[in-house]
T-cell receptor, first 113, second 111 residues
Framework: EAQVTQNPRYLITVTGKKLTVTCSQN?????MSWYRQDPGLGLRQIYY???????DKGDVPEGYKVSRKEKRNFPLILESPSPNQTSLYFC????????????FGDGTRLSIL | RKEVEQDPGPFNVPEGATVAFNCTYS??????FFWYRQDCRKEPKLLMS???SGNEDGRFTAQLNRASQYISLLIRDSKLSDSATYLC????????????FGKGTKLSVIP
């Protein structure tokens, strides 16, 4: 089954404790992206990657890091989480040949206390 | 002017009604357009792409008006299961893989 898998689905943690949200896709997609979704603000892009070792900032990259060492994986790293990073996070992927809609993971709900 | 704007709603309509949403975009160079559906606390899912000539998929019709820079989604014969938030999504320019999302329009279909 074609899918984008995020882990964990839910996490409550404390300010300053480094965390990583993993994202993996099994569709051999080149493009992967991270979004956060907040009430009243909609979906905002954090970082994206066009292929292995190619990443770039989206609209709200501050406080986040990403890496793309393998095509299937695109982890999101919060080195020193803060309460304003409490949000619902989505990972998405798509092919880059032609304009393709993106496939989303189930989401990760992060609460930073 | 915001890049992609949608009426947040909520639109409360009875079963069987026809409902239409519009979405305006500010970048005239925008090339590709989609409608996504998002159920509460779930991931967005592609509903349909929007083609220049307009396109239909069952009870759903999408249209693009480049001159006025808006896209629309028409839902006929609304079902309870259509209750969701509908997101307008725009690719800002040719060759871009970045998506700009509207904030969504909430639809509630009432028995």
């Amino acid at each position: 089954e074609a899918q984008v898998t995020q882990n964990p689905r839910y996490l409550i943690t404390v300010t300053g404790k480094k965390l990583t949200v993993t994202c993996s896709q099994n569709m051999n997609h080149e493009y992967m992206s991270w979004y956060r979704q907040d009430p009243g603000l909609g979906l905002r892009q954090i970082y994206y990657s066009m292929n292995v070792e190619v990443t770039d900032k989206g609209d709200v990259p501050e406080g986040y890091k990403v890496s793309r060492k393998e095509k299937r994986n695109f982890p999101l790293i919060l080195e020193s989480p803060s309460p304003n990073q409490t949000s619902l996070y989505f990972c998405a992927s798509s092919p880059i040949h032609g304009v393709q809609p993106q496939h989303f993971g189930d989401g990760t709900r992060l609460s930073i206390l | 002017r915001k890049e992609v704007e949608q009426d947040p709603g909520p639109f409360n309509v009875p079963e069987g009604a026809t409902v239409a949403f519009n979405c305006t975009y500010s970048n005239s160079a925008s090339q590709s357009f989609f409608w996504y559906r998002q159920d509460c606390r779930k991931e967005p899912k592609l509903l349909m792409s929007v083609y220049s000539s307009g396109n239909e998929d069952g009870r759903f019709t999408a249209q693009l008006n480049r001159a006025s820079q808006y896209i629309s989604l028409l839902i006929r014969d609304s079902k309870l299961s259509d209750s969701a938030t509908y997101l307008c999504v725009v690719v800002p320019e040719a060759g871009s893989y970045q998506l700009t999302f509207g904030k969504g329009t909430k639809l509630s279909v009432i028995p």
